[in-house]
């Protein structure tokens, strides 16, 4: 089937998915789960083609004269991607669905709504070759991240941190989208596939440094590296099953997704892959240190997600082609075990109420199908063989070996690893089968929904390990060759011979055993320090977002300060500063047009009327008159447009004179007639100056504009086509309703818009205020 | 401000200035006039009502709600692209029908319908909204 017609069923589907969840019962995730399930396999059935080197392209047209269009690739890369997201997002469906059982059927539909919402946000993005729809994607997986962050929206730690995670993410998809739009400048073309093809030419722009910041700007947030690392931890708020999918198995991966793909597109600018590798190890090094002073058992997995993120970064920063094996070995290995764990810490945490790691202990006796899938995943995490973490692990220390790197990321990578071991026994072995005292009993045990994810998870995690000739060639290679760019041969396999990176693990294993025996001791030392939580945490963002938020408040303070004459002197002053700025930028020039003809009696005597007018508006001390000697300028203009062989105008500016005066009426009424003066002399001194400048700019920018020759060709343009082409004799009008309709269109919604928002302002107070204030 | 010459009159010229209006609005195409200025000047008849009369009596002449003469005005303008979206992938690309003996019949009279209908209601819920709070 069409991969565009795959991406449309998915999100279709979403909406359907919410009325099967809503009415179908105790059956509805099960029948949810078919669409995911469809998807899976409908993205395996292309598996054989992709696996020879195949990419699949198709293209719809969207907005062709933007260039813009539904651009999509299916490669080896992609592939793997979509099968994580149906896949793993068939188990979330399953899971969720047992894990909101005691929920009242319309929430549960809700999150089933969202969870489906965001998958065809996932496949959209990582199937996306025009860069634009990829944008329109990866925006809506940052949305549909608040959604289910925010779930339990009547918690506030759930709605800051859903807030937070938007205004990150959301935040850094806005410099990813000005990335793009200078690559579209650059390129001429948005599509990924032929930014690939002609990569020498973007790395030549001068836009160069920009792009890649831009682009690394949005890839950092999403994928939570450091210095933005601390929104991933916060969003463990949301329920588990949106943790398991969202923050550690699939949307936290599309950083790392973009960075892969612009790999081989920057492959010639060095700084790129050291800026990843810096901060790729920066993210590592302090995850893994704050992993151990988590003390929520999702913390701690949440900790330990955003270090594998940053190994990840710190992989596709590594050149050769082992990186981009051990980069897509990592990306699959990680998927699985992760997203098991996290399923089994959402078990362990629904049946007994406690969230902190430390309170929980011997949950084997009670849940013991979880507890055998959380050994086996832990078992792959910590890369312990035959387990497909093992080689996933002996790749990436390959991949660091083979790298013109120097020893700095192996340090670091040895490091970080021990703690993942560490963070592996930690929260499998401590809370499933240590400290049997702790926990008495459960709310309730195990149902099939609960295990069939993580099962399954940490069985192929076991599976892959023993025989990984099922993924290597059918799925890691074409990924890496896609990757890499070319075709590589990968031997993925669990025995490599007595290599140094063998040397490694073991001693990666015997520092993290060390660790884990110490855990409950070198826990209440590091929760003991203070300086961690001032300089790792999300102090920094409070402090931009506190900024914001106090600058708004005291711009609004300065400019609405309720003053109707404040306001009019601001906008006075602005516009006068704004035309003067741009009449002296082009040149300052001035000119006065002399005809030399004899002075016209009628038009100069309206003129002197207008004057009148203006003079007495600015003297009267009374409203009303005020109102009338503006509304004699007002006449004044009009007549003249009539004189001047411009009907139109004249007849909408007498309409408008008339109805502003019926309009202004109705707020004279209310007020007293005579205003006493409340202006002191200075102020009217400002108010004089104001005004004086204002008539100046006005007229020596009309009589600098009428010395200029006028330009007829648009004139003559509108004259000559509105009969032939728009059947009209009135040229103002077939303008207006014709040729500019676009415009007039905006113009009407504004003046709609404009009309509700008077007509909530104006609403009538209640009439217990309004008794009150008459009273008053 | 009630006045028995004042509302006998103001009825007389609501009738007036609403048939105005409307001519106004049917001229645009070739003469001065449009619906811009057609419905200045219809909100202008329902003001006058209003001012003679009271905010409630004006709302019984004309029984539908200012807003949702906007909203009808503004959906009107819109539907009114719409046969050239489909005639000619162009929206807001009027399509005319020409009869035999000259009479020609443009989409963009629905247009400026549209508009007079937006500019209408949009004046009148300023003048309702004010006049009310007076009375």
Redesign the interface.
Known sequence: MSLIALIFISLIGSLVAHRVALYAGKAGPWLVALLPAFLFFSFLGHAGAIGTGEVIFERIDWVPSLGIGLGVRLDGFSLLFTLLITGIGTLVTLYAGAYFAEYPAKKRAMFLFFIILFMSAMLGTVLADDLIMMFVFWEMTSVTSFMLIGFEATKPEARKAALQSLLVTAGGGLSLFAGILLIGMTLGTFSLSEVALRADELVASPYLAAIIVLILGGAFTKSAQFPFHFWLPNAMAAPTPASAYLHSATMVKLGVYLLARFDSIFASVPAFGLTLVAFGSATMLIAAFLALRAIGYKGVLAQSTVASLGILVMLIGLDGYVASVATVGFILTHALYKAALFFCAGTAIHATGITRLRGLGGLARFLPFTAAAAALASLSMAGLPPFIGFISKEYLFEAQLESSMNWIPVLVAVLVNAVMVAVAGAVSLKPFFFNRERIESVKHGETLGLLVGPLILATLGTLFGIAPWLVAQSLVQPAASALYGSPIDVSFSLWHGLTPMLALSALVVALGTAIVVYWDRLHIALRRMRWPDRLLGDKGYHAVFDGVIGAANGSTRFFQNGDQRRYTLIVAIATIALIGWAYFRSGGNFAILATGGPILIAPTALLILAVAGAVAAARTQSLITAVVAVGIVGYVSALLFLMNGA??LA??QF??E??VV??I???L??LPTYAPSTRTAGERRIDIGVSAAFALLVFVGLATMTAEPLDMRLTEFFSQRSLTE?????V???V???FR??D??GE??V??F???A??GL???RRPANATLARKG | MSSIIFSAMARLFFWAMLAVSIFILYRGHDEPGGGFVGGLVAACSVAILALADGVPSARGMIRVHPVILVGIGLVLAIVSGLPGLVLDASFLTHQWLEFPNGFKLGTTMIFDLGVYLVVFGGFLSLVFRLYEEVS
Do not use: E, F, K
Not at chain 1, 726 to 730: F, I, P, S, V
């Open positions: 009907p139109d007849l909408t309409s408008v008339t109805l019926v309009v009426m109705a707020v009424v209310r728009a059947y009209g004799h009135n103002v009008n077939v207006i309703v014709d309709a676009l007039t269109l009407i919604a003046v709609g404009a009309t509700l008077v007509w104006l609403r009538r």
